[in-house]
């Protein structure tokens, strides 16, 4: 009996001593993420998911079975095109006609069930960020209000359009990535992991062109936010040369960055879809040396241009939807930057 209590107690202290160490390295974890400036939007983005968990897991659910579902079609017109001249392809063309009807109604579905979470969450950042924006401002002066309502709107919409595209934007390019670098090894394994290596480089490409633009980003949204004020107080102080040169200089800033902003970032996309239209003919080519060797027919070509077609236009979308949610970041921080001081 001794002995029983001896272990349990043994035990106890281990089970206390795991306790501690993992709360030490969350605690140093936490520690080391708050150092980042986009710590904050990224926790308050988590939360908002987790507060909507039900919605989440529905929303990542209907969206894998997009995915699948938008897929084959593509195997359906490969097999189209080999049993094209056997003239068996009466099933087929049902088929087929059927999955490219299937696609957009499930697509459909999906988009209202995540615009119904995005509205719900936005009424609910919105007022508590405007909330949070009053309590923190004491003057009664127009502009400052005004400046201040902008930052809180600005920092609501990036939190919950992040959250929309976090749940039903990154699942599709994983599940064509997974589809079809699976497809294109059962090919060949050069095939597959040359098409799989291609993909850093467009991916390397959305990190270095996010972190270039950074500055010019918190510059947005800093200067919107201030022309806004400037805008109402011109309004509230009708004929004040002093306040119509405050507005007249913050629009033209504004103009600037938005304009230096947009021939940046248009030009950054241009070199990034090249990257991927690079690694798409990759593919073909390759296919094309070898398809002596691997037997390849039309309808194994077809498949291969229809499977990387798609993962491009995936790509792109969700690194565009990438490219937002950094944008989104920058705005939150230029909310809270305003409250740190």
Not at 257 to 284: D, E, H, M, P, T
Request: charged content about 15%.
């Amino acid at each position: 009996m001794c002995g029983s209590i001896a272990r349990r107690g043994t035990m106890r202290t281990c089970l206390s001593a795991i306790a501690g160490r993992v709360r030490g390295i969350s605690a140093r974890i936490d520690n080391r993420m708050r150092l980042n400036p986009n710590w904050p939007f990224v926790r308050d983005v988590a939360r908002l998911i987790w507060r909507y968990k039900i919605y989440g897991l529905a929303i990542l659910l209907v969206t894998i079975f997009q995915e699948i579902v938008a897929l084959w079609p593509v195997t359906l017109l490969g097999r189209f095109v080999d049993q094209l001249q056997a003239g068996d392809i009466g099933h087929v063309v049902w088929l087929f006609m059927g999955a490219s009807l299937l696609h957009p109604a499930v697509t459909r579905g999906n988009i209202i069930l995540r615009h119904k979470m995005f509205y719900e969450t936005d009424f609910e950042k919105r007022v508590e960020l405007t909330l949070q924006e009053a309590g923190h401002t004491d003057s009664d002066d127009v502009e400052q209000a005004s400046t201040a309502h902008t930052r809180a709107v600005n920092a609501a919409s990036g939190i919950t359009n992040a959250t929309y595209h976090v749940l039903g934007s990154f699942t599709p390019l994983i599940i064509k990535i997974i589809i079809v670098s699976g497809s294109l090894l059962t090919y060949s394994k050069s095939i597959g992991a040359a098409y799989l290596a291609s993909l850093s480089v467009p991916l390397l490409m959305t990190l270095v062109f996010n972190r270039n633009l950074r500055v010019l980003r918190d510059t947005q949204y800093s200067v919107i936010s201030r022309a806004s004020g400037a805008g109402v107080k011109a309004i509230a102080e009708r004929g004040s040369p002093i306040t119509q040169g405050k507005l007249r200089e913050a629009l033209q800033q504004r103009k600037e960055v938005l304009i230096s902003l947009v021939c940046k970032s248009q030009i950054f996309l241009f070199i990034r879809r090249v990257a991927l239209i690079g690694g798409q003919f990759l593919a073909i080519f390759l296919a094309l040396r070898l398809r002596d060797k691997l037997g390849l027919t039309p309808g194994d070509f077809t498949q291969i241009a229809g499977y990387t077609t798609q993962v491009t236009v995936a790509f792109l979308n969700t690194a565009s939807f990438l490219d937002a949610i950094i944008s989104y970041s920058r705005a939150y921080h230029v909310f809270t930057q305003a409250h740190s001081g």
